[in-house]
């Protein structure tokens, strides 16, 4: 059985800012209200990987939330250029092509980086899938890219708490479910469609939850991170 998770490190908080010193002075207000941070797209190519080797030498986790997705050479060599950085998480798309290449990236570095795969954006529901060119429903599709995540040995899963359970009994107890799309209640949406509140996730059986902007654009961001790791508290 996997070690268990405290509330406080299942929350990961996702640094979508513009720059390195934004997300810095984010994360001295947040304090040890929070203790596990992901850089996507917007910082991780505005420095955010050099911020992550910071962050990873003051005892904090990282989530490269990188998405890589190429042909299986370039994935694998990106894959193993990363490893050193010391994060725990990074992100493929799930494609089994993708994740193979992924996995053995991985393998040749000798690191403790956990591959995740991204199943389906939070952001696309059934109508999305199908202007994509699937004919599957967003749910079939998640179960389809989880299962071929667990055939490959991905350490984990990126999808909706929604599809957490079902995730769940498709890949087993040992692999990680990491959900983004989560929003306390009354939150605003965006533009995500498939979101669920964190004490849901937490009793669908989520190891992680990302939470952006919830906590970043809120006035007080480790107020915010504090009632989400104690509604997830409450929930387990
Ligand atoms: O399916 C996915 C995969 C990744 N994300 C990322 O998570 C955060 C969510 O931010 P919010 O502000 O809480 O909506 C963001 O960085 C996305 O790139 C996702 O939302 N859905």
Same mark, same amino acid.
């Given at each position: !059985?996997?070690?268990?998770?405290s509330?406080?490190?299942?929350l990961?908080?996702?640094?979508? !800012?513009? %720059? %390195? ?18 850089? #996507? ?7 955010g ?5 910071? *962050? /990873? ?6 989530? $490269?939330?990188?998405? =890589? @997705? ?11 250029? $990363?490893?050193?950085?010391?994060? %725990?998480?990074?992100?493929? @798309?799930?494609?089994?092509?993708? !994740? ?12 403790? =980086?956990?591959?995740?795969g991204?199943?389906?954006?939070t ?12 004919? =599957?429903?967003?749910?079939? =599709? ?13 350490? #984990? ?8 359970a ?5 890949? #087993? +107890?040992?692999? *990680?479910i990491?959900?983004?799309g ?23 059986? /989520? ?9 970043t #654009?809120?006035?007080? +961001?480790?107020? /915010? ?6 509604? !997830?508290?409450?929930?387990?």
């Amino acid at each position: !059985m996997p070690e268990p998770i405290s509330p406080r490190d299942r929350l990961i908080v996702a640094l979508d !800012m513009a %720059t %390195t010193d934004e997300a810095e002075r984010l994360i001295e207000r947040i304090g040890d209200a929070a203790s596990f941070y992901k850089i #996507g797209y917007r910082l991780g190519y505005a420095g955010g990987l050099g911020l992550a080797e910071r *962050l /990873v030498r003051g005892g904090r986790k990282v989530f $490269l939330d990188l998405k =890589l @997705h190429d042909i299986g050479n370039t994935v694998e060599e990106g894959v193993q250029s $990363l490893a050193g950085i010391g994060a %725990t998480f990074l992100t493929v @798309h799930a494609y089994p092509q993708t !994740m193979r290449a992924a996995a053995s990236g991985r393998d040749k570095a000798g690191s403790g =980086l956990k591959i995740l795969g991204v199943t389906v954006l939070t952001s696309y529901d059934d109508a999305d899938a199908r202007e994509a060119g699937y004919a =599957l429903s967003v749910a079939d =599709l998640v179960a389809v890219r989880a299962a071929a995540a667990k055939a490959i040995g991905i350490d #984990g899963i990126v999808c909706s708490a929604a599809e957490a359970a079902q995730v769940r009994a498709v890949i #087993g +107890p040992d692999r *990680l479910i990491v959900t983004p799309g989560i929003r306390p209640a009354g939150a605003e949406i965006g533009d995500q469609k498939r979101v669920v509140t964190p004490a849901e996730a937490m009793r669908a059986g /989520v190891d992680h939850v990302v939470v952006g902007r919830p906590i970043t #654009g809120a006035g007080d +961001p480790r107020d /915010v991170a504090r009632r989400i790791v104690d509604e !997830m508290a409450a929930a387990l």
